[in-house]
């Protein structure tokens, strides 16, 4: 079955840093990708997602890039504030909506 | 914007006794999914129903079971409990063809 991992598992930065993390997966079937952001005590909410047929996607500060041949796929966050300060998850699936595989979770801490 | 409502947010169980956790979509989404989050193994798939079917199922036990019914709500059931289920049990519904998942904040289920 697919595997998702993911790294760092924590990442400290200073405010206005950028902040890149990393994950890949195994299974080549799968076709969406995306990721959550998990706030404490709160559920994980989506912050982008890209599927296959793209390789880039951005929104604002977020970007999500999506290698397909090396099966690896990168979420960059730019200028980060105290606020973007969670964990961040990133998951693959061969349909989307359902049956996510996600990665361990990585805690990004920004630091003013 | 989606919202789940799971009940109860907390519960203490003892070693072998069953639980069952409820998880009410807004009115109108049909589809659920279970995910199981610990802090070793991170956010895992349980199952997912729509429309009152099981349509995808995790690997775990037979020990974990769920349910849909008419009106959305779905229950998950979890018999002869073992101290590793103690985890935040997490519902999802995805509203429409983006591929989004709606978390709700969770059930923490602890195991003694």
């Known amino acids: 079955g697919e595997n998702v991992e993911q790294h760092p598992s924590t990442l400290s930065v200073q405010e206005g840093d950028s902040a890149v993390i990393k994950c890949t997966y195994s299974d080549s079937a799968s076709n969406y990708f995306p990721w959550y952001k998990q706030e404490l005590g709160k559920g994980p909410q989506l912050i982008i997602d890209i599927r296959s047929n793209v390789g880039e996607k951005k929104d604002q500060r977020i970007a999500v890039t999506l290698n397909k041949t090396a099966k690896h796929f990168s979420l960059h966050i730019t200028e980060t504030q105290p606020e973007d300060s969670a964990v961040y998850f990133c998951?693959?699936?061969?349909?989307?909506?359902?049956?996510?595989?996600f990665g361990k979770g990585t805690t990004l801490s920004v630091s003013s | 914007k989606a919202g789940v409502t799971q009940t109860p947010r907390y519960l203490i169980k003892t070693r072998g006794q069953q639980v069952t956790l409820s998880c009410s979509p807004i009115s109108g989404h049909r589809s659920v999914s279970w995910y199981q989050q610990t802090p070793g193994q991170g956010l895992q798939f349980l199952f997912e129903y729509f429309s009152e079917t099981q349509r995808n199922k995790g690997n775990f036990p037979g020990r974990f079971s769920g349910r849909q019914f008419s009106n959305s709500r779905s229950e998950m059931n979890v018999s002869t409990l073992e101290l590793g289920d103690s985890a935040l049990y997490l519902c999802a519904t995805c509203p429409g063809n983006t591929g989004e998942l709606f978390f709700g904040e969770g059930s923490r289920l602890t195991v003694l």
């Open positions: 998951a693959a699936s061969n349909q989307a909506g359902t049956a996510l595989i």
